[in-house]
Structures are given as structure tokens and as C-alpha cells.
Nanobody, 124 residues
């Protein structure tokens, strides 16, 4: 079993930045492909970004490419999502996700584990 705990959400002005963190426990972190999803009110949960166990491969949704950066620190069992140039349409609950082994594409399709979510609100 893997436990995921997100932090770093909050209220930010449009054009601003936030960094989300997700701390993982319960399994060897370096064996996990990690990523982020989000769910806006009235919408389905959607993929945002993913990163391979080594950090060498990343994948992004088209809507966040060039603005968001996913990274990880295997020594700290933590994955990050740096969000810049935030827009009102980025407002959502952001969920950390993990998959035991597999590619970033596999995580996009079917994560094994979820965090509880953290709210990000972008005020325009």
C-alpha cells in the first residue's frame, strides 16, 4: 500500500505561481511512477503531469505544457508540481497519483494510488 499526502494548495492571483508537493510512504518511492491529476467543479478528473521513477521522462497535458513542471526528489520521497502563469481555468482540486512500475503513459491511464487532494484557486 502507498500513502500520498499533498500540500501547497491555496489561493493565488491569475499569472501567479504555486508549488504543490506530494509526500509518499509505504513503498519504495523509486519504484513508483508519479503524477498529478485535477478535477474542477462539475468536470471529470483529468490528467495533468507524470514523471518516471528516475525523473528522466515526463509527460504533460497540452493545457499545462510550458507552464507546469513536474519533478521528484527520491531522497525525500516527494514529487512536486511547479505551476506558473496560472489561469482561472487551472482552478481545481489537484490529486497526487502513483503507479507501481509502468510508464508515464500507464500512470495517465490507470494510477494505482491517490492522495486526498489539495485545492488550488486562481482568482482572476
Amino acid at each position: 500500500q502507498v500513502q500520498l499526502v499533498e500540500s501547497g494548495g491555496g489561493l493565488v492571483q491569475a499569472g501567479g505561481s504555486l508549488r504543490l508537493s506530494c509526500a509518499a510512504s509505504g513503498r519504495t518511492f523509486s519504484s513508483l511512477t508519479m503524477g498529478w491529476f485535477r478535477q474542477a467543479p462539475g468536470k471529470e478528473r483529468e490528467f495533468v503531469a507524470a514523471i518516471s521513477w528516475s525523473g528522466g521522462t515526463t509527460r504533460y497535458a497540452d493545457s499545462v505544457k510550458g507552464r507546469f513542471t513536474v519533478s521528484r526528489d527520491n531522497a525525500k520521497n516527494t514529487v512536486y508540481l511547479q505551476m506558473n502563469s496560472l489561469k482561472s481555468e487551472d482552478t481545481a482540486v489537484y490529486y497526487c497519483a502513483a503507479r507501481s512500475y509502468g510508464t508515464t503513459y500507464d500512470l495517465k491511464l490507470a494510477p494505482n494510488y491517490w492522495g486526498q487532494g489539495t485545492q488550488v484557486t486562481v482568482d482572476s
